[in-house]
């Protein structure tokens, strides 16, 4: 007899929707393996290796033995190191016993929000939004309530949006700055603004994903937790995967008041217990040395951004605004909506990104996975020799769409 799975997987699997960025990354891989020169721009993963500096600390810890289980909460070098950080480059003031590092940036939202969200609370999400937020708000059993902003105000939603959005059931407000789709970022006068409502309330805990802090252009980052007002209302989150090009070595941390980092330890001591040791290690070294080459890497994305950007202008109906951080541009195609070259025919941004795929042989992530179904993300984490060829390839592409 036969296991029927649907009967099996509980209904909060079965509702979630996969993670469309890792969905459309693995198209373009298959299409790849058939022997179709494809051009991926569609994870958010920086091209550039991870610094040997951070390298070599990890071979020196697993030389010493550094192999063994870790506490739940993280080292306690790595979490002096994050709190002096956090102190120096945030103005966020935190003792040890308010961090928590885990597997990734992802398990730190992950924990907030199982820690702290019963049925039916609602979360507020400024979109466009990373792709996870709403997927983990739901299946801690919380309600997602997306506030959205277009590329005519940079993607950026503002406080009397916000205010509007609260009822009594809110009991988060989830936003990335620098932000993943769109590279937005929140200026200081933007976040005091969102610091004045939420501290008008009190009892909204914020979620400020902050981890492509080191990949931002306009000279300053600035911190929710920061404000007087909603220091003891944030939960600060960052991780080492962006800005030190450290995607797997899966570790990310969280600062927040001292009630919700002993609970977000409850939930992972259940869930995973401690990072990787010897990861830890390399990554306290990664926080305590100069950010040479973090310096770096920002200053190539930043000159890949200005290329992107003038050629995607090239390309006849696209809207591109200039994003200030991250890696990513987030063009408005909905020009192309209702067009057609005789074979395929896009009706919207799903459409699109598939057509490019087929079509362009380019991958990119269509902007209804991340709540915005005018846009299309496209990672310029690739070589200046990809992205010219690339947005070469959608020009010529979509040069033979006609409206129908």
């Keep these: 007899m036969s296991i029927n799975p649907l009967k099996m997987l509980s209904g909060k699997v079965q509702a979630m929707e996969e993670s469309a960025t890792i969905r459309m990354a693995q198209k373009a891989r298959d299409l790849a393996a058939k022997g179709v020169s494809v051009i991926s721009l569609s994870l958010g993963e920086p091209d550039f290796d991870t610094p040997e500096f951070i390298k070599e600390a990890a071979y020196q810890a697993l030389k010493k033995g550094n192999t ?14 994050i709190c002096d950080k956090f102190e120096t480059e945030n103005n966020l003031h935190f003792e040890p016993s308010q ?10 939202i992950a924990n907030i929000c199982l820690a702290t969200l019963d049925e039916g609370d609602e979360a507020i999400i400024l ?19 997306v ?11 503002n406080a009397a949006q916000i205010r509007e959005a609260i009822t009594e059931k809110t009991k988060l407000l989830i936003f990335s700055s620098p932000c993943n789709p769109t590279g937005s970022v929140y200026t200081y006068d933007e976040l005091e603004e969102m610091a004045d409502v939420i501290g008008e309330n009190g009892n909204i805990l914020i979620i400020a994903d902050e981890i492509y802090e080191y990949i931002n ?15 003891n209302l944030t ?21 927040g008041p001292k009630w919700l980092a002993d609970a977000c330890n409850k939930v992972q001591g259940q869930v995973t217990s401690g990072a990787a040791s010897f ?51 987030f063009p408005d195609i909905s020009h192309y909506f209702g067009t057609t070259n005789g074979q395929v025919t896009i009706k919207d941004a799903d459409d699109f990104s598939e057509a490019m795929l087929t079509e362009a042989h380019v991958g990119t992530v269509s902007g209804a996975a991340f709540g915005n179904d005018q846009c299309i993300r496209l990672s310029y984490a690739a070589s200046d020799a990809d992205l010219i060829e690339a947005v070469s390839r959608i020009k010529n592409a979509l040069a033979s769409f006609k409206k129908i």
Aim: proline share 4%.
């Design 68 to 81: 063994k289980y870790t506490p739940v909460p993280g080292t306690m070098d790595l979490r002096k190191a």
């Design 99 to 108: 961090i928590v590092v885990s597997n990734g940036a992802k398990q730190s």
């Design 127 to 145: 979109a466009p939004y990373w792709v996870s937020y709403v997927e983990i708000v739901k299946f801690a059993g919380g309600v997602p309530v």
């Design 147 to 157: 506030v959205s902003a277009g590329i005519e105000d940079d993607f950026k939603v």
């Design 217 to 231: 252009f306009t000279g300053k980052h600035a911190s929710i937790g920061a404000f007087e007002k909603t220091k």
């Design 235 to 255: 939960a600060t989150v960052n991780g080492f995967s962006k800005g030190f090009s450290m995607t797997g070595w899966r570790l990310g941390y969280m600062g």
């Design 279 to 329: 990861s830890q290690a390399a990554a306290t070294v990664a926080l305590k040395t100069e950010k040479t080459e973090a310096l770096a890497m920002k200053e190539a994305f930043l000159r890949r951004r200005d290329l992107i950007i003038a050629k995607l202008k090239e390309v006849p109906g696209l809207k591109v605004n200039q994003p200030q951080g991250a890696f990513y541009v």
